[in-house]
């Protein structure tokens, strides 16, 4: 019925069409327990576009390259790389350049076994992390920062993300989006900059600092981040005082994306404490 009602679709509006029910068909796969009829469904509706008058040739090279990965894939993730390559051509070919929120991690978390057996056994599921080690961002407004920055926290341990009363909201669907899930496992609370001396030493993460390379890290501490246009506000700065420090760059530019930024910084200190 499906494809009856794709054949009455024509052009960008056709392949659109397709690339979001593949897209249904791989959440489908990776979810794992119909992965079969999922498959199935996308190498039909492959194969439709593969043998259809309307289709281009470049189309139908690619539908063939994903029905001959259906053929010989026996495993779920093998299954979704075809159909992700070709979902992904159909986005291309119909104008559609693919944005944070298109993406998706189909990878199960390392711990999720060990958390499932707990569950079975009535156990309480814990998180491991870093005592004392917290992030502090003071008001970063791109949700996709703050999705960004939830996710490295959380898989690098740190066992709080704080935010400042303009930062933005980690429950926006984009934030939620770019921290794969990282929102629903990351503890996070909003706060306010004179709340967080009672966390330890706070360390301003920006330019003109000592580098992380030699800086010494405390044990435990709250790492600033700055909003993305002005950076670290002068109060911020004043409270981390002598903890002032950069990330060594070479380029022209010399900026990075503060989420990135705080993902190099955030394993010089888990580095360090590894390395005590």
């Not at 679709?9 to 690339?19: D, E, I, N, V």
């Not at 194969?47 to 010989?72: H, N, P, V």
């Not at 981390?240 to 993902?263: C, D, E, H, Q, Y």
Request: hydrophobic share 45%.
């Amino acid at each position: 019925m499906i494809i009856l009602r794709i054949a009455k679709l024509h052009g960008r509006s056709r392949t659109r069409k397709c690339a979001l029910l593949l897209e249904r068909a791989e959440l489908d796969i990776a979810d794992g327990r119909e992965w079969r009829k999922a498959r199935d469904f996308a190498r039909k509706l492959t194969e439709f576009l593969a043998s259809d008058a309307e289709s281009e040739e470049g189309l139908k090279i690619a539908a063939g390259t994903c029905l001959a990965s259906l053929a010989s894939a026996k495993e779920p993730n093998l299954v979704l790389r075809g159909i992700n390559d070709f979902r992904h051509y159909l986005a291309r070919v119909s104008g559609q350049a693919p944005a944070d929120w298109d993406l998706h991690d189909y990878r199960a978390p390392a711990g999720l076994a060990a958390q499932a057996g707990q569950a079975a056994a009535g156990q309480a599921e814990t998180r491991p992390f870093y005592p004392g080690l917290r992030v502090f961002l003071e008001d970063i407004r791109s949700p996709f920062n703050v999705g960004s920055i939830l996710r490295t926290a959380e898989a690098l341990g740190f066992e709080e993300v704080l935010l400042s009363p303009l930062c933005a909201d980690p429950g926006h669907p984009r934030a939620a989006r770019s921290s794969m899930g990282a929102v629903k496992l990351m503890p996070w609370k909003r706060c306010e900059l004179g709340d967080l001396s009672v966390h330890g030493p706070l360390l301003a993460l920006e330019l003109g600092g000592s580098s992380i390379v030699d800086f010494t890290f405390p044990s435990r501490g709250v790492l600033l981040l700055g909003s993305e246009e002005l950076g670290l506000s002068q109060p911020a700065l004043t409270l981390a005082g002598t903890n002032r420090i950069s990330i060594p760059m070479k380029g022209i530019k010399a900026s990075l994306n503060v989420a990135v930024a705080f993902g190099i910084a955030a394993q010089a200190w888990i580095g360090s404490k590894l390395g005590a």
